[in-house]
């Protein structure tokens, strides 16, 4: 049975089968679920970051012709809370008060979305203002004052500090301070947020369609949230148009459809229109950083002090909060790859009358890669040292691994220095101050970003909830053609591909001979979706370990019908056949003809049949994937416009399933990272009102901002199945800090260093005009 030693499949450049049909206009998205006689839904949103509901007039809407329910709180009488977590939850629908502008009020359920939009604006709701709470370190002190009158503005605190910190922070030559801070941003996914649902007049069992990255976890949160028997819901999952964290939360507007469909009993359906995405899905960032570091002459790194605080807005997002993710989760990482033994922090997350805060693309990652990557630039100007000489003196080594860092994580073995080095050479570091100074002759201002980062993965509490393991369910057809389940959500990763390689290296089949289902909660066993840089790891993993129990039930078969011992069976490229003697041997079709259809041929004692479950947990709670990015940047300082001109990246997450898909997320990640440096904020004015509520004022990146990509790959085995680690939000983590600190250097001759993302062309103005002056 060595086959299973000599992969065909992982590592191999496959083309991704899902691209037929998503490229030809074959595949079916959330708006293309149509149902006959099903409705839509339009919803009434508060104006007001904060306000008293007074009253609700419902009686004009309720008149349209094509109306069918106007739906308040009373009518949808649900709380989306993680009780015994937090003190509060929001409710489907507003109840007497709003708490942020595009909360849902109203919900208008019509024959179309036109009739329900109409009817929407005859909805009357009278609000009395109040004052809102919007600064985060006024509403840490309780100013102007509660967000919620029965609890606290502050909903998660934590302090830490390493034994002896105080007196080893004292005792360094040097100390340093700053703040970070980083605005506001949102997914932007290319399908926004949908939801459909319908009962089975027969039976009264739901069918909820969703846009989610969990569609395990959508029917267990509607099923706790709504008194639902489990049994009693299924989650359906169609295409999903991109994810990145935001769509693996539950929404008040799941609830409301779901609702509706049961009082109506007539399918309902609700599609996100872009204005409601910016104000309704669940933001990320926004965190303010008070940090200290104390170094000593040599550029050694002794001590970091954070007070982190988050925005987390006006509820806790089910199931993950952003603030408390961003920050307890940056904390704990914030030494990245560097031997830094002193590290103390203060966490503060606090309500405040914005949308609530909750996943994003690599959520605490981009936090401390910018805070890590700041401090060291700061230390190499400091003393006036090479930035990459920095970098070197504070690195992890090879040799230190397993590495315990200084908030007690527990790093297994990667590649810190190699992929760092390896990186320098791409972008030609040792030639660039040259080029550099001459360019600043000439009156042009290039500057170079490093960004060395850590990536924790796989890990059992991520935005797709607290599923910590993954399943596979394995059934081969007498035609030999294998069709595998999983538990995960995937929103455009290529999970039918990778997860078919691993299949198909396991039980000797060739890849279009494995169907990867996925999204069907009658079909899929229970998982934990798509989050976390999870899939690969924990997903692969239960694909590795179900193809390993499937490939030993049929070298029982096939050692039964060619009268040999099952150790001696060898299974591939379609065949079965005895170690040394290839002639006798068996297509695995027939194999599986005769456990189906010939049962009188299967071994003694043997199940019929070839099906197996699997479920995978990884031996370590965290593998941690690392690398290096370098950005270089060229900066106009009489425009302020940054534009990344080179940029490379050297990437270790462990063993590569399928390279070309890899390299699609490094570069999908660099092109967010550009958008996060430079693009994109969301900004709120004095009122509380989003004034970025369309994407000519939300500024995404174009092509022409995307550099091209040069990238290299090292590959460190982790512990897990496979030595797969994960690498989904590496390159968000990485890119924004690189791309920062290649704008700092830019500017060096002005002083410049950024401390604020993202970086505007007013900034850079700013920076150029204070060295002027």
């Avoid at 922090?345 to 996943?359: E, H, Q, R, V």
């Avoid at 997320?665 to 092109?671: D, T």
């Avoid at 500024?699 to 085995?717: K, N």
Wanted: charged share 20%; proline share 6%; net charge negative.
């Amino acid at each position: 049975m060595q086959q299973a030693m000599r992969p065909q499949m992982m590592g191999a450049r496959v083309s991704r089968v899902e691209d037929q049909r998503l490229l030809t206009a074959q595949a079916r998205f959330m708006d293309d679920i149509q149902v006959p006689g099903m409705l839509e839904i339009a919803f009434v949103r508060s104006p007001h970051a904060a306000a008293e509901i007074v009253s609700i007039d419902t009686s004009r809407a309720a008149q349209v012709p094509g109306v069918h329910k106007v739906m308040t709180f009373d009518d949808c009488p649900y709380w989306l809370w993680m009780r015994g977590v937090f003190k509060v939850g929001q409710p489907a629908l507003a109840h007497g008060e709003v708490y942020y502008v595009g909360q849902p009020v109203v919900a208008v359920v019509a024959e179309n979305r036109y009739i329900a939009e109409d009817a929407a604006e005859l909805v009357e709701v009278v609000y009395r203002p109040k004052e809102p709470v919007l600064d985060m370190r006024e509403a840490i002190a309780e100013r102007p004052r509660r967000v919620h009158p029965e609890a606290e503005n502050v909903f998660f605190h934590r302090e830490y500090q390493t034994p002896g910190f105080e007196e080893a922070f004292a005792q360094a030559p040097h100390h340093l301070s700053e703040t970070f801070s980083l605005s506001r941003q949102t997914a932007v996914t290319l399908e926004p947020r949908g939801t459909a649902a319908m009962v089975d007049p027969a039976t009264g069992r739901l069918t909820v369609y969703a846009s989610t990255q969990a569609p395990h976890r959508v029917r267990l949160d509607l099923a706790t949230f709504m008194d639902i028997p489990e049994t009693q819901i299924r989650v359906i999952t169609p295409e999903v148009g991109g994810g990145f964290g935001m769509k693996a939360a539950t929404y008040p507007e799941d609830v409301v459809v779901v609702q509706a469909a049961r009082t109506l009993r007539r399918p309902v359906k609700w599609i996100s229109d872009r204005m409601e995405s910016l104000l309704s899905d669940v933001h990320g960032r926004d965190d303010i950083h008070d940090v200290e570091v104390a170094f000593d002459d040599t550029g050694k790194i002794i001590a970091i002090r954070d007070h982190l605080m988050a925005d987390g807005g006006a509820f806790i997002p089910v199931p993950f909060s952003g603030a408390v993710g961003e920050t307890s989760l940056a904390a704990m990482v914030l030494t990245g790859p560097y031997d830094i033994p002193h590290l103390a922090y203060t966490i503060d997350c606090t309500f405040s009358n914005k949308t609530p805060l909750g996943a994003y693309r690599g959520v605490w990652g981009p936090v401390a890669s910018f805070i890590q990557e700041g401090i060291v630039d700061r230390v190499a100007r400091y003393l006036k040292m090479d930035p990459a000489e920095v970098r070197r003196r504070n690195m992890i080594r090879d040799e230190q691994f397993p590495y315990k860092n200084a908030a007690g994580m527990v790093y297994d073995r990667g590649s810190y220095l190699e992929s760092f080095e390896r990186a320098l050479d791409m972008i030609g570091y040792a030639d660039f101050r040259a080029r550099q100074k001459a360019l600043r002759q000439q009156g042009r201002y290039l500057g170079i970003g490093i960004s060395c980062f850590v990536e924790p993965s796989a890990m059992a509490s991520s935005e797709a909830g607290s599923v910590g393991y993954e399943s596979c369910s394995l059934r081969m057809e007498p035609s030999g053609r294998v069709i595998a389940a999983l538990g995960l959500g995937p929103t455009g990763q290529g999970h039918e591909t990778t997860m078919a390689q691993l299949i198909a290296d396991q039980i000797g089949v060739k890849l279009e001979d494995v169907i990867v289902l996925h999204g069907d909660t009658d079909s899929a066993p229970m998982g934990g979706g798509t989050g976390g840089s999870r899939s690969a790891t924990i997903g692969g993993g239960a694909a590795l370990v179900a193809g390993r129990q499937l490939r030993e039930k049929l070298a029982q078969v096939a050692a039964h019908l060619l009268e040999a011992a099952p150790e001696d069976i060898v299974l591939e490229d379609g065949k079965a056949w005895v170690s040394g003697v290839p002639e006798r041997s068996l297509a695995i079709r027939d194999i599986a003809r005769a456990a189906y259809l010939d049962v009188k041929r299967m071994p003694g004692g043997m199940p019929v049949g070839l099906e197996v479950t699997a479920r995978y947990l990884p031996p370590r709670p965290i593998t941690f994937s690392n690398g290096c990015h370098i950005a270089e940047v060229e900066v106009d300082i009489r425009t302020g416009v940054a534009r990344v001109t080179r940029y490379v990246v050297v990437n270790d997450c462990g063993r590569l399933i399928n390279p070309t898909i890899v390299e699609g997320q490094i570069l999908g990640g660099v092109a967010q990272g550009v958008g996060s440096a430079i693009l994109e904020r969301l900004h709120y004015d004095e009122n509380g009102q989003l004034t970025t509520t369309t994407l000519l004022d939300y500024l995404l990146p174009e092509a022409t901002d995307v550099p091209r990509v040069q990238m290299a790959h090292i590959e460190t085995p982790s512990e897990s199945e496979g030595g797969i680690k994960g690498m989904g939000e590496g390159s968000l983590i990485a890119s924004p800090a690189a791309i920062a600190g290649a704008i700092a250097d830019a500017l060096e001759p002005f002083g410049g260093l950024v401390d604020r993302l993202p970086v505007q062309p007013s900034d850079v103005l700013a920076m150029v005009g204070r060295a002027a002056s």
